[in-house]
Each structure stands twice: as structure tokens, then as C-alpha cells.
């Protein structure tokens, strides 16, 4: 609806513009240039929302494995006061929580730490918490990168495996 606006408003300031109304046909304009780039901005969040639900889903099915163990998983996970947290996994003696991201980098490594306080006091210190970045379209091999295990995809029941 935005972009058709934007069209249409675009096209009455110039139409305006030609008709003489040089003030009311630029702020035609300029409104259009505005709701253009909220369209633009709007159609680009979905498109990262949408990327990044099919990532989640994609190691969310990685992790039925683990149930057929017996292990206890959780997809978006709500946390009070806001936010969600991808995967939390439970074997029988850790707690696994899993941020999945598309890419990666070292500043996703605090979101993952702080979902990890976050079941360290939802569980009352009941058991080992492990926080985990899980890089969708990585192969990369597990890292223990400041308190953080970084891994891709491909890797991420192994290295919970061999963990829990």
C-alpha cells in the first residue's frame, strides 16, 4: 500500500508542479519520497524477519534427533520482559541455548550470553548452562569464543551431543 502511495504522490506533485504549483506540488513530493522509503524500509525488515524464521526452522528440525534421545526441546522460547530465545535444549544434565543467526559475528556472541543468564536464573542454577551461536549457512567446526560456542549448522547436534 506504502509503494502505491508513493507512486501516486510522486505523481501529483509532478503533475501539480507542471501546473504551476511548484510549492504544493514539492511537498507532493517530498511526502512521496518519504513513504517510499518507509515502503523500502518495511519490505526490508520482512524480508530479514522471513530469512530468518526459515534459518530457525531449519535448525529447529536439525534438533529432532535429540527428541528421539529424549532430550526436551523448546522453539521460541518467550522470555519474561521481552524477547525469545530460538532453541533451549535440555539433556539430562545441561541446558543448551541456542541463537540461531544467518550469518555471524562476535556481536551476536552477547545476545547469546545474555539468553543464557537469562535460563541460568529461570532454572535457579540447577544445572549447566551452555550458550550457543549457530550459524545457519556455516560449516563451521565448534568454538568456544568468549564463554560462547560458535558452530555452524551441520555441527550444532554433535557438538550438543558431546556436550550434554
Known amino acids: 500500500m506504502s509503494t502505491v502511495l508513493s507512486v ?3 505523481a501529483a506533485g509532478l503533475i501539480l508542479g507542471e501546473l504551476g504549483e511548484r510549492e504544493a506540488g514539492g511537498l507532493f513530493i517530498v511526502i512521496g519520497v ?13 524480508r530479514r524477519f522471513r530469512v530468518g524464521a526459515v534459518a530457525e526452522e531449519r ?11 529424549g532430550w526436551l526441546v523448546e522453539h521460541d522460547v518467550q522470555k519474561g520482559g521481552g ?8 539433556s539430562p544434565a545441561v541446558t543448551f541455548v541456542i541463537e540461531t543467526k544467518v550469518g555471524g559475528g562476535r556481536w551476536d ?16 542454577g540447577q544445572r549447566a548452562v551452555i550458550p550457543v551461536l549457530c550459524l545457519q549457512h556455516s560449516r563451521q567446526r565448534p568454538e568456544l569464543v568468549d564463554g560462547v560456542y560458535r558452530v555452524g549448522a551441520c555441527h550444532l547436534v554433535d557438538l550438543m551431543l558431546d556436550r550434554g
Do not use: P
Open 109 to 124: 556472541l552477547a545476545q547469546a550470553l545474555r539468553h543464557a543468564q537469562w535460563a541460568a536464573r529461570h532454572y535457579r
Open 83 to 90: 524477547g525469545n530465545i530460538d532453541h533451549v535444549v535440555q
Open 34 to 46: 518519504l513513504f517510499a522509503w518507509d515502503a523500502w524500509r518495511r519490505g526490508r525488515a520482512g
Open 8 to 10: 501516486a504522490l510522486l
Open 59 to 69: 535448525v529447529g528440525s536439525r534438533l529432532w534427533k535429540l527428541e528421539e534421545l
